[in-house]
């Protein structure tokens, strides 16, 4: 049976319809999976960018962390420099005050006297020479004149030798100095410097650490003393 006009152009429409539909179908299907994949893409992109910042800010956070602990300990070593400068201007304020001292030392004549026979005894058994020359200040000249048989009795009388002081007129020590006395022997070759001053210099190099001890208290992070 043949098909009238309206027939076909009712199938044709049909046809078409169902085709429009299947297009809009595949059309909407397409847009739907697009728009998952952009979802995912951005997702994905912005966790990346998310972790980079992280990233980022974590390493200048370390950095930041890193510059106050340098800071800190720079600040603390420069802190402990100045407390061991302090202390050691207060050792050495201790000392030049004690130097000054000394002189008081040479107003006591009899105590000065026991003091210059022990610094020239001393001096004589360390020489173990036969002829000694004296140097002392313009001011002890005399005062060493006299004690001079005595000091050479006493070194007799412990060394079983005998010994010749003389007396140097033409050097002598100056009158500056605190006190004591030099020895000399070979010619001047050998000297033994017994100033008062040379003897706190060798004492206060032994007794700085109890200096400091007494000043500041013990260190408990000294396994040493010097």
Do not use: W
């Not at 006493?154 to 140097?168: E, R």
Request: proline share 1%; hydrophobic share 35%; net charge neutral.
């Amino acid at each position: 049976m043949a098909l009238s006009d309206a027939d076909v152009q009712k199938q044709i429409k049909h046809m078409m319809a169902f085709i429009e539909q299947e297009a809009n179908e595949k059309a909407e299907e397409i847009d739907a999976k697009a728009e998952e994949e952009f979802n995912i893409e951005k997702g994905r992109l912005v966790q990346q960018q998310r972790l980079k910042i992280m990233e980022y800010y974590e390493k200048k956070e370390k950095q930041v962390e890193l510059q106050k602990k340098i800071q800190s300990s720079n600040m603390l070593n420069q802190a402990r420099l100045k407390v061991l400068k302090v202390r050691e201007d207060h050792v050495r304020a201790v000392l030049e005050e004690t130097r000054k001292r000394l002189g008081e030392v040479t107003k006591d004549q009899g105590r000065y006297v026991q003091i210059l026979e022990s610094l020239i005894l001393q001096a004589l058994y360390q020489l173990f020479e036969s002829t000694v020359t004296v140097r002392v200040r313009p001011q002890d000249r005399d005062l060493l004149k006299s004690i001079l048989p005595t000091i050479s009795k006493k070194y007799q009388d412990i060394t079983g030798k005998d010994v010749k002081l003389v007396i140097d007129d033409e050097v002598q020590l100056s009158h500056e100095t605190t006190g004591g006395i030099e020895l000399l022997a070979h010619n001047n070759k050998i000297k033994i410097n017994n100033t008062l001053e040379a003897r706190l210099d060798l004492i206060s190099q032994q007794l700085v650490p109890q200096i400091r001890t007494a000043l500041f208290g013990r260190n408990v992070n000294r396994k040493f003393t010097d």
